[in-house]
């Protein structure tokens, strides 16, 4: 089958790739970008470990055909740090100790980062129900929710 | 979970769409958000020779007023319909229910047309090919009997769309443009009855808009679920009042919305409501919780969406 | 002085932290090596039949396949965990016992090529009649799974002390109830990988694990291959409690397939294989008797518990004990008999879980509840009275060394008020208490205890080499925390090499909660040793005594004058030039009764240690719907000293979420053989809108065996979580649970029972 041209950009580097019309944009990222950050837990929607940010948006990436991307600008958590410093959130998650096994972080992390794009300061209940589209299996979610809060007032 | 084998088209407009449809003789399928459908292909449950894209057609992306109803594009994504004024302060049933489905990150890419027009679900059916095989093909894969129910001679896979719940208690209407022309219809119409092939469109039919009569409502949407995000309803009920009429919709129970239409508002009227629809509530054991409870859960709920809508009425 | 530590104690940011959330750290489906092909595995359709042929003449000749694999290619040994339960093929010859067992499997190109070369293997099968209740199985006639196991009876084990008939005639108070709790997901949320690749003859292999060394050797005996030539090496994990412990069918299939093509080896499971073709949880169905005298203590226990052990041992003989262990390990029985039976079905093989045991804990303390409210006494008072205390000797002769478990009692009823919630009687609100112990370690042998290694290196830092694994824990975290405590240096400055069974030495794994107890001590005693040669050296130097010294910040100082002092690093240096580097050894073996057997001999010290943990839950019900919400939790738990607070209470959170909220929605379903819902749609892994307001209390003891006085960080409460939220929703709906998850429509039912009367 014939492979079709796509161009995005990724983490604020663009990429033109030629890929297959039903590769999936988490194999894309993870198999010809080496993008490993975003893992497949499902692969069917239903937990979020897959996350990336594609035009301000959490989608999960194991449902969104590479041709339909075309065009994006995508952030991965690869792409989250700036010059060599972390984001926010990723400091957090470390501080508040909002990481365990790690399966689910950078998809928790992404979604939260589209959170406070567009709400500079959640209420708990905010956080609560935005990360209510990720699966954890290890921490209860507590201190994933700390993290976020914590990032919330440090970025303002 | 890899694809199998399709291609992929974006269509710049409704007639590219049905050229591709027609291109393809008839072996594609429509893509909008692919919350529904990209599972269904990856477990093998569709197997397009080409998908078709519809999320670049400029016209489906927009919310507008025209004439008496609210017309709301198709692709429209329920978290941008969820934060829409108009749906805020006319539509509280159709708010609840796009704020009951799934998840907010599944809200951002779902579509309110995929929504409505997704696919309905058995435990026994949304399974990965090897799975189905094993198991043996049902009615709804093609095969010659029930996996649920022996013996049977329907399918009563569920159909999970909250938001059509609300909609059609809000009388809404759908616009569908095919190889054969543009109709429009009353929501409560595209469904066949039939599990094996849910809806009434024909080979081809988009669907384009869905009208609701902007009137001022009431309403509420009830939900049960395990899970309080993700999971979608093992029953659900929209009701929509206005003025003196109301309508009361029954969805996540088999492959058809029950819908009842109310004279009165009042408690009593919907308690005869709930009565009904308790008789009419036919649950198989097809989904995580026992039939009997869903079938109790009919009434309780009715009830239940119904006080809302009556207390927000005083 | 107690807390004059520089690092233990603290919340210290863990060590693995960094890498996981800039998405850098690799996990097994991560890893690329050149030439690595893609393997995938073809899967009984039948739970049960006869293969009369395996035919992998057409796959092998499908363009881009390069190798192909069926149980004829293997030696044929069979896999178990004990001697007396080598039953497990890995990939069958003779049947198949369970819908989705590994039967074949291919190493292709690619995915897509390799799926394509499956449906061209031909497997002849003859179906054979199944059994999927246990019950039905133990009967005469039952369709026999294992023609070694008669009545498909895989583990019996038989506990009788004292006087059990006899002391339960003359008890006032008897109460016999039956539980039952459908078993649950692992649900790792990363799905079962395995990379192997075979160069020079020697096998590397990568997949998550919960014990590299016990795994490598296995993998020798299947591979018949020298232990030397089989090297797990480390990688992260993304999850295991407790179903990742032993030898997969993955590790073999990945392993000869690239012996026979040459090349890695990689293969996924998809999160349906990962549900129904690695490890399940027991279903449990479980008999409670119990005699309790006038003033609430317990004369007698007489339990009968079936587990559902799906087709093969796996880790039966253990499983079929623990539940019964942290509780006799919690209460004072003076006459107890345990019949635990664990029996073979045509399902998934079952294994040991961080929750193992719901029914059969969580129905002990619901039924003590009820018997305590006929005696006058309320759930505080009865598990106090009965509970266990420092010194004393469990029903099967284990000493209790250090014990918090009435600390635990007490401080997580008077936060959250326990007594008189449980007493009012608000309509449709419940307040429950579930109490346990946990052993830190169990008999494995030899491999019960652990090594470590160390090294400075010239400019001060360290190399730490153990066998310590992480599966999400922290445990690598703990052991660079414990090096850095014992020499002085930052964090920072040490790098751990672990779990890679060629560099570092035996240890027992992450799956009996031994890291902390006995993996943590040995890289104390190991550090100790290391820091012994810098402690003389700086002595000398500084004209001190050595035990005047003190390692701090990189810095050997004179406690007495502590500007008297020099960099750790210039000792390291004096050491190379004294041809002695700073380097140590250590190892801890914990003070157990190695003659003890599960099974033929279940008695003698089970553990160096015991942590202690009670759980209450806060429940409300809808009363119209049945659904229960959970708006609180409190969480005591014993853990000796926490060596990273933090951590424990990451520890004690997830397990709320995987035992506490679980109860109310975690259960994995059937329909005879077919696993209903092997997915994360319709299995239920709480999210955080369903978890409560969460309170943990650490309370915090001095182990004397412990590395600081450490002892398991957390796991008490993944064992009585269930416990708590049983025992709340029977306080609310005024009867004594049956059946978990405690879902709505089973909820409603009980209230419908009650009549929604609370008493």
Known sequence: MKTMKVTFHVNDEKVTLHVRPYETLLETLRERLDLIGAKEACGVGACGACTVVVNGIPLRSCLVLTPEVDGASITTIEGLGKDGKLHPLQEAFMEKGAVQCGFCTSGMILTAKALLDRNKRPTKKEIIKTISSNICRCTGYKKIVEAVEKAAEKSV | ?314 | MENEFTTVGKRVVRSDSLAKVTGEACYTADIKLPGMLAAKVLRSPYPHAKILRIDLKRALKVPGVKAAISGFDTYGIKWGVFRYTKDHPMLPTDKVRYIGEDVAAVAAVDEETALEALSHIRVDYEPLPAVFDPEEAMQEGAPQIHKEFTNNINIHVNIDVGKVDEAMNKAFLVREDTFKAAGEAYAMKEPYAVVASYKNGFLDLWMPNAGPHVRAKALSNLLKMPLNRVRIRHINSGGAFGGRSEVSPGDLIASFLSIKAGRPVKLVLSREENATSTRQVHDIIATVKTGMKKDGTIVAKDYRAVYDGGAYSSTGPIATSIPFYVYEECYRFRNVRYNGYRVFTNKGIRGMYGCHGRAFLAGNEAQMDFMAKELGMDPVEIRLKNGLTSGEVTATKSKITSCGLKETIQKASEKTGFKKKWARTQRFKGIGMGCVAMMCGFPMGFRSGSSCYVKMNEDGQVTLVTGVIDNGQGNESLAIQVASEVLGVPMEDINLVNADTEATNLDPGSYSQASTFVGANAVKVACENARRKIVAIAAQKLGVKEADIGLKDRMAYSRKTPDNKMRISWAAREAFFRGEPIVGTGSFFPKIDFEREWVSRPWGQMAGTFSFGTSVAEVAIDSETGKVSIPHFTAAHDCGRPINPMAVEGQMEGSIQQAGVATIMEGNLWEGGFLLNPDLLEYKVPLACDMPDIETIIVSSRDPEGPFGAKEGGLTIRMNAHSAVACAVSNATGTVFRELPLTPDRVLNALQRKKGVKR
């Open chain 2, 1 to 314: 979970m890899i694809l199998p084998k399709f291609e992929y088209k974006s269509a710049e407009n409704i007639a590219k769409a049905i050229a591709f449809y027609e291109r393809y003789n008839g072996k594609i399928r429509y893509l909008a958000g692919g919350t529904d459908l990209i599972p269904l292909v990856k477990l093998r449950l569709s197997t397009p020779m080409a998908i078709i894209d519809l999320k670049e057609i400029e016209g489906l992306k927009a919310i507008s007023h025209q004439g008496g109803w609210l017309v709301i594009g198709a692709n429209v994504t329920l978290f941008e319909l969820k934060n829409n004024n108009t749906v805020k302060e006319y539509f509280p049933a159709l708010y609840e229910s796009l704020d009951a489905t799934s998840c907010e990150t599944l809200q951002m890419r779902g579509t309110i047309g995929g929504n409505i027009l997704q696919n309905t679900r058995c435990l026994l059916y949304n399974q990965s090919l090897e799975w189905r095989t094993a198991r043996g093909f049902c009615f709804k894969m093609g095969g010659e009997t029930c996996n649920v129910v022996p013996n049977a001679r329907a399918c009563f896979s569920n159909y999970c769309s909250d938001n059509a719940l609300s909609l059609m208690a809000l009388s809404a209407s759908v616009k569908l443009v095919g190889p054969r022309g543009e109709r429009k219809m009353p929501l409560e119409k595209i469904f066949s009855g039939d599990g094996r092939n849910p809806f009434t469109l024909m080979p081809g039919e988009i669907l384009t808009e869905i009208l609701i009569p902007m009137k001022r409502s009431k309403g509420a949407y009830e939900k049960l679920r395990v899970r309080d995000s993700i999971d979608y309803p093992l029953l659900g009920v929209g009701v929509s009042t206005k003025g003196n009429a109301g309508r009361v919709c029954v969805g996540g129970i088999g492959p058809s919305p029950l819908v009842y239409n109310l004279k009165d508002i009042n408690e009593s009227a919907f308690k005869d409501v709930a009565e009904k629809a308790y008789s009419d509530a036919r649950p198989v054991s097809n989904t995580t919780l026992s039939p009997d409870y869903r079938k109790k859960m009919v009434s309780v709920l009715i009830q239940r969406a119904s006080k809302k809508a009556l207390q927000e009425g005083k």
